[in-house]
């Protein structure tokens, strides 16, 4: 892949040289052994070599440093046919018996599998009888009758709207989600709209109408509509007709279930359980593994548009699976190392020429920029989301086996992740850097969305810094505020030019709005009057959330959340108890009767700037943003630094403090939990 994160190469420790070749030395020793009783059980009348068979090599005998040495030495040549050996399995399977075992052969199996093992058998028994006849195991891999029956039983009958509905809600999904999560091929997939495929085939008929479920949530026709009097039901008469969890077990999952998966998913997030969303993408990502998608497929492999379009799906799932697990939480399900597989083809869909035989050609002209561009970058940027999910938001454990342990490992960690994110930027295509004055609209839409994400992981990569005990809880404290700044600065263009809501959108209003709230808490408790960019810029976050509530139901939540933010007059100190200090005002709580004037008149100015914060902004802060980190306010604003720094002394301690005590990620739960408790009497005893 075009990114990589070198710079994070010091998190493994070479001295785990010696234990992997020990492993890798055991694991072939086994693998002998498990060959030479299955050959005992066949009854082959076969010999192995002594040197292989007859002597038995115990770790004594192993000389770890220069096995070590030869593996290492050989890695260049042994590596490319390891890699490979997948396509020359699923070939192996294939030859058995494409009768009676083409659902079996379309499956992925490792080199750790037990039917590589199984493949091996059958060579050496063809090698030595000149008979790798496999009829006589057939029943071991067909679907059993009673199997076979449950299957056929769960076919569904779908119900399909009026077509004119059909053709507004797939234009509006192409329009909307498409250039975000690009997992359709428009004109084929109009092509088997107009053909009818939906009716001939349930699978794709899922995939249609999910379609159609997740365009319901940016259409106002009340046809979409399961409650008449509820927007928040748009789409859920098509999403609940389709059954994610069916009989997968049946058969190797196709293009459609894949899609079916991403699509659901999408779907669920809008819905009041997000977290099901997650496990639908999970599902999804195992489904995709099964069939080997997440590997490289072999040089001069001539692509079909299934193979174009698996592959996007496979890359949604992981792109979705990251957002939403480090939202909620939750842990990455596939790391990069574990996968492969080639980015998608940056060509725009009215630019393949398909073939008679299903291949593609990809005709993007030279200097037109892709739409599909925007997708290779959220996928390079998740690279980065998976390294901070595995290092800033894991278990302790963790961290321990990759070697974050000492005094420095935080700060050299920040110091890798931030590079990693400077060198994204860098990699951002021209069209898609930011500019609120594009007139592009999809690419004024992709950028927001790309950028929010961006700010939104910047904020996480800082996050768990912000204690008391981190040397770098003021610079961390400085970079946060910054990028939640710039995130509702584009935000706000976002909502008024574009006014699609996606859950990147989400995930970035609400990181943000956090971290505007915490700043007012900290101003409000030290006795000062909130800084007028916190405010407005969580008005921001607040007006997103409102535009949005009336279809997306993981919204209306977070909005009822911020709301009470904004109610809630301070947190109580739980580690400077002994501080005295002079409530401020109450200028946020009743915020929505102040005119914006007034709240920036009130504002009082800021303390001075301490030079060890200038010279790290200056550092960190330099033209691989994609943003001024403070742009300039309108000229009737009496405060215009060029950036800005948390206040020094008491402010900027009980900023520190507060954050201290909050929850370490974004989950809205947690999140919900920590604000209830904050609330008058919440925590008095009766």
Known sequence: MGLTLGTLSWLFDPSHTNEVANSYVHSLERRVNQLECILKELNLDFNLPKETAGQETSP?????????QQVSQSSENTEPEEDFSHPDLLESLK???PRHFENFSQRYYGRSSSFSLFTDVISITKKSTGNGNVVQFREHFDLQSWERATADAEIPHYVYPDNDLIRNLVAIYFETINPIIPILHRPTFEKNIDEGLHSQDYNFGAALLLVLAVASQYSDDPRVLADPSSKLSSGWRFFEQVHIFKVAICAPPGLYELQVAVLGGMYAMGTSVPEFGWTMIGVGLRSAIDIGLHRRKPEGYKFTVEDELKKRSFWALVVLDRLIGLYIGYPAMIQDEELDLQ????CDDEYWEIGPDGQVHFNQPSGKP????????SIKLSEIMSVVMKTSYSLKKARDMLGLTGKSWEQRLVVDLDSSLNAWVDSVPDHLHWNPSCDNGIFLYQSATLYSVYYMLQILIHRPFLRTDSPLSMP???ICTNA????TRILKVHMTRI???NPQIIVGAFTSGAVFAMNIWSRKRAGHAPNARDVAGFQVCLDTFEDAADTWNIVGPSLILFRAMASVESPPLRRHENVT?????STWSSYDAVPQTALLQSVQPFCEQTPYLDDYLASQMGDGFPLPVEPHLEASSSVQPSYVTPESGLSGELSIDMWTDVPLGFSFSEWDAYVTSMAPGANERP
């Not at 980015?343 to 940056?346: Q, S, Y």
């Not at 200090?581 to 005002?585: D, E, F, Q, S």
């Open 60 to 68: 004594q005998d192993v000389s770890i440093s220069s096995t070590s």
């Open 95 to 97: 030859r058995l018996s």
């Open 343 to 346: 980015t998608p083809i940056e």
């Open 370 to 377: 892709s739409k599909i561009s925007y997708f290779n970058a």
């Open 476 to 478: 961390s404290l400085v």
């Open 484 to 487: 939640a700044r710039s995130c």
């Open 499 to 501: 006014r699609t809501i």
């Open 581 to 585: 200090v002079t409530p401020a005002p």
